[in-house]
T-cell receptor, first 110, second 113 residues
């Protein structure tokens, strides 16, 4: 079992709609979770971090964390074509290293 | 504030050779982590250095090694290169490592022929 799992996609969402990205993790002691966006040919860029159960909002992005169910999600409201990218979920493992999922490809269709 | 700087950006090496990649973290950041990214395996953790000490290590063979200098700059070395080592190598820096946010450099694209 991978430590951080994501659906590889592609996830296709119409422009203006809400994109929902999900991630599960296996290490129950993980405390820190991150969402990175990676455009093709570029390096990952941090867009959200979340440490407590519940929701955290930043502009059009909302991260949700449920430690009991061991899942993290990212909602993107009013999706734009520029949001088309691969989204990487990451968690800090018990060994204090950051482990990444394989990423979900998101495509926003005009 | 300058970001994370990786050099070189691109590299072509022959099987059996060795290679050294360099990473300069954001000023004030003391932790540097290295990752290998391939289309099939995604982002895989290689190792993390903090204050010149390797603090964490991933599941890579001993051909992959690294070090960190007193100014927090880090180097990664791969010896006896194999075709499968072709990948994008990314380094990320954090202020103290672990539970703080990591910022990535642009990566070094290594091609082994």
């Amino acid at each position: 079992q991978k430590e951080v799992e994501q659906n590889s996609g592609p996830l296709s969402v119409p422009e203006g709609a809400i994109a929902s990205l999900n991630c599960t993790y296996s290490d129950r002691v993980s405390q820190s979770f991150f969402w990175y966006r990676q455009y093709s040919g570029k390096s990952p860029e941090l867009i959200m971090s979340i440490y407590s159960n519940g929701d955290k909002e930043d502009g059009r992005f909302t991260a949700q964390l449920n430690k009991a169910s061991q899942y993290v999600s990212l909602l993107i409201r009013d999706s734009q074509p520029s949001d088309s990218a691969t989204y990487l979920c990451a968690s800090e493992s018990s060994a204090s290293k950051i482990i990444f999922g394989s990423g979900t490809r998101l495509s926003i269709r005009p | 504030k300058a970001g994370v700087t990786q050099t070189p950006r691109y590299l072509i090496k022959t099987r059996g050779q060795q290679v050294t990649l360099s990473c300069s973290p954001i000023s004030g950041h003391r932790s540097v982590s290295w990752y290998q990214q391939t289309p099939g395996q995604g982002l895989q953790f290689l190792f993390e250095y903090f204050s010149e000490t390797q603090r964490n290590k991933g599941n890579f063979p001993g051909r992959f090694s690294g070090r960190q200098f007193s100014n927090s700059r880090s180097e990664m070395n791969v010896s006896t290169l194999e075709l499968g080592d072709s990948a994008l190598y990314l380094c990320a820096s954090t202020p103290t490592g672990g539970s703080t946010e990591a910022f990535f450099g642009q990566g070094t694209r290594l091609t082994v022929v």
